[in-house]
């Protein structure tokens, strides 16, 4: 197996642990924001001035897990799960898809937001069959070593939807962040929400 990440520094130890949090716990409490973000855009009960600021956020965490997905965890699958490289190929064109139909969403009311929401439920699914089969070959060193670098990688990402920029590696480390530069510049500007946290301030108001 051979999973694409800068080797390790020297260690006495074979079994050096490095600090951090595996790349199959992110995986898995992002997609469970994910998913509680879809259930309430998908219910009726929400205000609409709430609605657009859970749908604001929902954009910017579904931009910022796909940017850190493509970085990362899928070129991690593809080389260390020979069979995973058709999915891969699959989940990058979904990715892509989901990434248009999220940009053009004229707002909470669009009826398209149901087929949006329809499509990151499709995305956890899928992705957590990747991650299940890349936990099975790696080791919980490699898993840390990912997940450290998907949250630096998350911490530059876009927050908006840009189905154009490139989505392999190495283009993607290049241009995403350039890209999230911009993003962050505009979101400051219109104090636009774009974490969870951000809902939870809100509230407590």
Known sequence: ???????????????????????????????????????????AQLPADRRREVLEVFTAAVSRHLSAEEQYLLPAARAAVPESADPVDREIEADAALRAALKGLSGPADPALAEVVDRVRRHVDRVAALVTSLRGVATDAELIRLGNRWE????????????????????????EPAVGVLDKVRDAVTGRR????????RRVR
């Open 194 to 201: 774009t974490h969870v946290s951000d809902l939870e301030r």
């Open 1 to 43: 197996m051979t999973v694409p990440l800068p080797p390790l520094p020297p260690a006495a130890d074979d079994a050096y642990r490095p600090g951090g949090r595996s790349v199959v716990e992110i995986v898995d409490r992002e997609h469970r924001t994910l998913l509680g973000l879809a259930g309430q855009l998908a219910g």
């Open 152 to 175: 630096i990688a998350e911490e530059a990402a876009p927050t908006r939807p840009h189905p154009g920029t490139p989505a392999s590696p190495p283009w993607n480390k290049l241009v």
